[in-house]
């Protein structure tokens, strides 16, 4: 079966813009998760998403947000960019707890 | 989740088996131990989790110590593509995030 999709893959944008990435999960896979990846920073988690519900919430601004739609896609948003949200920005889904967590290839941001 | 320690980095020779240790002193009893890879500029890739008892799956075996204070996640024939950062977790798992360390940077040596 398909693997977790992310679109775009690449993407650039200009300070001040805002982005909106996408996630489509495992077919039957409810939860996703989104991470940002930095050479600084590592791998940090953002948020999750369960039945278009968020559940957690990682420790970034109110810039950072998204959502979950009924197909279990999910969407997340980043409004007036900044340099150092150029990222790699990964997304995950899992059919249930306890469960493994498939990731995406990934969308690459970079912010000029 | 429990805090892991893990070394920055180690090297393997090709063909040998390759030993990544965890410690997780602090781990409760009903977190799990999971590992995942990430190739460069790749999505992470999980490879084994277990609780107690060892564990072994096409990829790789995981061994953790009856005390469960530490694991070892065994690769037993290293090739060049097993070339990533290893994570090691400690986590319940309840809420589905996962907390990333540094994890280790395997290189195989040809």
């Known amino acids: 079966k398909a693997g977790v999709t992310q679109t775009p893959r690449y993407l650039i944008k200009t300070r001040g813009q805002q982005v909106t990435l996408s996630c489509s999960p495992i077919s039957g896979h409810r939860s996703v998760s989104w991470y940002q990846q930095t050479p600084g920073q590592g791998l940090q988690f953002l948020f999750e998403?369960?039945?278009?519900?968020?559940?957690n919430k990682g420790n970034f601004p109110g810039r950072f947000s998204g959502r979950q739609f009924s197909n279990s896609r999910s969407e997340m948003n980043v409004s007036t960019l900044e340099l150092g949200d150029s990222a790699l920005y990964l997304c995950?889904?899992?059919?249930?707890?306890?469960?493994?967590?498939?990731f995406g290839q990934g969308t690459r941001l970079t912010v000029v | 989740d429990a805090k892991t320690t893990q070394p920055t980095s180690m090297d393997c020779a090709e063909g040998r088996a390759a030993n990544l240790p965890c410690n997780h002193s602090?781990?409760?009893?009903?977190?799990?131990v999971y590992w995942y890879r990430q190739i460069h500029s790749q999505g992470p890739q999980y490879i084994i989790h277990g609780l107690k008892n060892n564990e072994t799956n096409e990829m790789a075996s995981l061994i953790i110590t009856e005390d469960r204070k530490s694991s070892t996640l065994i690769l037993p024939h290293a090739t060049l593509r097993d070339t990533a950062v290893y994570y090691c977790i400690a986590t319940m798992n309840r809420d589905d995030k996962i907390i990333f360390g540094k994890g280790t940077r395997l290189h195989i040596l040809p």
């Open positions: 995950a889904s899992k059919q249930h707890m306890n469960t493994e967590a498939f």
């Open positions: 602090t781990i409760s009893g009903n977190e799990y």
């Open positions: 998403y369960f039945s278009e519900t968020q559940r």
